[in-house]
């Protein structure tokens, strides 16, 4: 079986920052890309951010020049470092493996729990 538990959340003010991470454990053999999503009360899920084993980033364009995604391939772990935090990024945010490779060769994606951050005004 394989896991991907958050943590990080949390409430902070507007203009703070917050860092979350998402660590991956269980069989898992590779990850080919790992990102971050949002659902705010209300909206539909969207994309964060995402990074591939190489290294390679995409950011929604809200997000763009405040967060940043970095990952730890040997630990399978991924981090998303937000920065000058608006009210507009409250959310739920859930942590997503694609490509997940287990030790028996089967290939899925994988969704953490969540963790909610909220910036107040």
């Known amino acids: 079986q394989v896991q991907l538990v958050e943590s990080g959340g949390g409430l902070v003010q507007a203009g703070g920052s917050l860092r979350l991470s998402c660590a991956g454990s269980g069989s898992i053999f590779s990850i080919n890309a790992m990102g971050w999503y949002r659902q705010a009360p209300g909206k539909q899920r969207e994309l964060v951010a995402i990074i591939t084993s190489a290294g390679s980033t995409n950011y929604a364009d809200s997000v763009k020049g405040r967060f940043t995604i970095s990952r730890a391939n040997a630990k399978n772990t991924v981090y998303l470092q937000m920065n000058s935090l608006k009210p507009e990024d409250t959310a739920v945010y859930y942590c997503?493996?694609?490509?997940?490779?287990?030790?028996?060769?089967?290939?899925?994606?994988?969704w953490g729990q969540g963790t909610q951050v909220t910036v107040s005004s």
């Open positions: 997503n493996a694609k490509g997940v490779v287990t030790t028996a060769r089967v290939t899925s994606n994988y």
